[in-house]
């Protein structure tokens, strides 16, 4: 868990992210200590590094007592286990020693970890004798061995880190609890058991009050926005309708009004009169050359295609995003991947023909719309850049730095930004074209 310190607007309103507003409640301090294995200082520490190591110290140390392990988000817990695959040697020697590393300066984050910090060699040796592993499949189960599921949102976006999870976590439920957005707490999840992928959030109505403006599905089945004028008729929450897809509208006792939240969703079914909801997308989360649309639900299915090739290879790739460029005429789009070994370890020199093959299965996955352009040579040949491992943890520091909540951070799916652009084209070791245009 990761707070940012609260921030003044110009009229001198305090604002906060919806984590950090959370943590500083006096009902989460309270109930901290019999909750989680993290105190509130290392939330609240200024430096995430520091932040997370200590949460990890903490976790290892009652890692007897442990019975969830979780944070707001996949990417989140992900970046907790390759930060600890990193760090494990050290925390070890910390927990033989009873002595904090010298680079955890926080005094916040010191003074807590003193009135637990002793010399624990046994629990250290048995914690070392698990990391130190060929392979780190199923290291939360080890880690902590009375852990019952591992809590954190795995819909939407987070979908791509489920496979990694649960090579991690090895037949743990991944647990996505409820649906929020910073401006209110709209649904939760009533069968948690279910796989991620097939989640529904059941709206709470009163939370907020939900309207629903309508989205239309298009033949080759991208999603396009209805015009939002005065004539656009908003939906009420009871009259929505199975199968339907609505961009979510919130009226909320804070002063919102009509507030247009960016998340496509839609309708699965009721629990009652209660209508229950999967996340589709982000809204205007598209990559675009001319007049082609593709949604991020689109590239989501077609990276999914495409690293289907990796898993013989023994091969996982852990992280995505996209860009168009068009530096060059006609442009075309840009996936930037990271791959890595299943054992855990950095992949080999990668095979050129199945990486020009994943290519040419991502551009034949795309809509019909794209495929038509490619044949027409309005778009050009679809590339994937490989870079090194440890890439998008680089890109979410960079996100970090510029005030981002950690705990709340969400990794692109379309880069927009040239500062990120640069973090990712330096560490590029691999580019790859597809041959030819779609069938």
């Known amino acids: 868990m990761f707070a940012r310190p609260e921030i003044e607007t110009p009229s001198g309103l305090k604002a906060a992210s919806v984590s950090t507003s959370i943590y500083s409640g006096s009902n989460f301090r309270t109930s901290l200590p019999k909750l989680y294995t993290s105190p ?40 907790g286990i390759k930060f600890l695959e990193n760090h494990w040697q050290e925390l070890c020697y910390d927990i033989k020693t009873g002595r904090l590393s010298d680079w955890i300066t926080d005094s916040g984050c010191r003074n807590a970890v003193s009135l637990v910090m002793k010399p624990n060699p046994e629990q250290a040796d048995l914690i070392e004798n698990i990391c130190n592993c060929k392979s780190w499949e199923g290291i939360i189960r080890k880690l902590w061995p009375k852990a019952r599921y591992i809590c954190c949102i795995c819909t939407g976006i987070m979908r791509q880190y489920t496979i990694e999870l649960e090579f991690y976590c090895r037949g743990l439920p991944l647990v996505s609890d409820l649906y929020a957005c910073s401006e209110a707490i709209c649904g939760i999840n009533l069968e948690p058991l279910r ?20 989205v239309k599905n298009e033949r080759d089945g991208s999603i396009e926005m209805k015009s939002n004028n005065e004539d656009t008729e908003l939906v009420d929450l009871v009259n929505v309708k199975a199968g339907q897809c609505y961009e979510l509208i919130v009226t909320t006792c804070a002063g919102l009004y009509r507030y247009k939240v960016g998340d496509v969703l839609m309708v699965s079914g009721f629990y009652n009169n209660a209508p229950q909801f999967q996340f589709v997308e982000r809204k205007n989360v598209i990559l ?32 995505y995003t996209s860009y168009v460029d068009t530096s060059s005429a006609p442009g075309h789009y840009v996936l930037f991947w990271e791959i890595k070994g299943k054992e855990g370890k950095h992949c080999k020199e990668l095979d050129p023909k199945i990486m020009v093959e994943c290519c040419s299965r ?18 050009a040949a679809l590339e994937i850049r490989v870079v090194k491992q440890g890439s998008f943890e680089a890109l979410m520091d960079y996100y970090v730095s510029k005030g981002t909540s950690l705990s709340q951070y969400k990794k692109p799916s379309c880069i927009k930004s040239e500062e990120a652009l640069k973090i990712l084209d330096s560490r590029v070791i691999g580019k790859y074209f597809s041959p030819k245009s779609p069938l």
Do not use: W
């Open 288 to 319: 675009s050359v001319d007049q082609e649309k593709t949604s991020e639900t689109d590239l989501f299915k077609a990276v999914t295609e495409a690293k289907a090739l990796l898993d013989p290879l023994g091969l996982i790739l852990t992280e």
């Open 40 to 79: 509130v200082e290392t939330i609240f520490c200024p430096d995430p590094n520091q932040g997370l190591y200590c949460q990890l110290l903490f976790g290892l140390i009652q890692r007897d007592e442990v019975v969830k392990v979780g944070s707001v988000f996949a990417s989140t817990v992900l970046r």
């Open 195 to 214: 796989k991620p992928c097939d989640v529904s959030y059941t709206f709470l109505p009163n939370m907020a009050y939900f309207e629903f403006l309508p």
């Open 362 to 379: 991502m551009e034949e996955s795309l809509h019909y719309t794209y495929k038509i352009y490619r044949k027409r040579n309005i778009i």
